[in-house]
């Protein structure tokens, strides 16, 4: 597609359930970001992807957080056991140069 | 560490009258800055960039920012305001270093635009 595209665009979860989200890249792009925007926040830094080198998992806030990435292209990020906390707008990212990124629309996540 | 400070969380202004929005970083050497607008219900669109050269960067939809060393800033400058850049604004650092860098976000604000 023309740009990065995530979905679902909202979720509505159940404290303790899991749910995963999905964040298509722009073709090529070799990079992935996963970003977290909570309220009143800026933008967290969660996990980054980039080509076949392990991954950057320093900002997942916990172990209840994981991300995928298969076969270079889609990633999927994980998250365990919600808590309401995490009710948040989860946004992807990808990039040609490490640099300037192209941000899909995010997901909505509540966690009632 | 580098970090970002956008002190305004929100401003308003009116239909055609200028626009600066501040950023101001922290970073230990030359950083790497950016401008993104978030609209309602969409993801982040860059707006400009700064990497070297010419401190006054021109960008999309009639912004420009200019990278002031002495000051630690990159504020963000429109000479007239449209009711449709009412939407959140981003300021963004990032090192100069080659490879991976991380890009540290700052808080937003939130510009109202008011006929």
Known sequence: GAGVSQSPSNKVTEKGKDVELRCDPISGHTALYW???????????????????????????????????????????TIQRTQQEDSAVYLCASSQDSLSRLFGPGTRLTVL | AQSVTQPDIHI??????????????????????????????????LLLKYFSGDTLVQGIKGFEAEFKRSQSSFNLRKPSVHWSDAAEYFC???????????????????????P
């Open chain 2, 92 to 114: 963004a650092v990032g090192p100069n270093s080659g490879g991976y860098q991380k890009v540290t976000f700052g808080t937003g604000t939130k510009l109202q635009v008011i």
């Open chain 2, 12 to 45: 308003t202004v009116s239909e055609g009258a200028s626009l600066e929005l501040r950023c101001n970083y922290s970073y230990g050497a030359t950083p790497y800055l950016f401008w993104y607008v978030q609209s309602p219900g969409q993801g982040l669109q």
């Open chain 1, 35 to 77: 970003y977290r925007q909570s309220l009143g926040q800026g933008l967290e830094f969660l996990i980054y992807f980039q080509g076949n080198s392990a991954p950057d998992k320093s900002g997942l806030p916990s172990d209840r957080f994981s991300a995928e990435r298969t076969g270079g292209s889609v990633s999927t990020l």
